[in-house]
């Protein structure tokens, strides 16, 4: 099992950047792909990113994100560029015991409590 603390988020001004962090505890961090995802009021929880067990192969849900991980820390992240109003949401954490990436929810097996994310206009 693994549990997932996310931080980094806060208010920030639209056109600009932010990098949030996901904290996992567990000595087997390296053998879970590990994603990101957002949930805005009233909306379902959408994918953002998601990135292999090795950090070799990612994918993301469009161009202004940036997934990267250190398995030396049991870290994810997420750089996030061009801020928008519309990204406004909480960001969740999530890791996924079998091998390769995903895209939908269901497809991970631990989520952390999330972190805000207010983009002001």
């Known amino acids: 099992q693994v549990q997932l603390v996310e931080s980094g988020g806060g208010l920030v001004q639209a056109g600009g950047s932010l990098r949030l962090s996901c904290a996992a505890s567990g000595r087997t961090f390296s053998s879970y792909a590990m994603g990101w995802f957002r949930q805005a009021p009233g909306k379902e929880r959408e994918f953002v990113a998601a990135?292999?067990?090795?950090?070799g192969t990612t994918y993301y849900a469009e161009g202004r994100f940036t997934i990267f991980r250190d398995n030396s820390k049991n870290a994810v992240y997420l750089h996030v560029n061009s801020l928008k109003p519309e990204d406004t949401a909480v960001y969740y954490c999530?890791?996924?015991?079998?091998?390769?990436?995903?895209?939908?929810?269901?497809?991970?097996?631990?989520w952390g409590q999330g972190t805000q994310v207010t983009v002001s206009s």
């Open positions: 990135i292999a067990q090795s950090g």
């Open positions: 999530a890791a996924k015991k079998s091998y390769g990436i995903g895209v939908s929810r269901e497809m991970y097996d631990y």
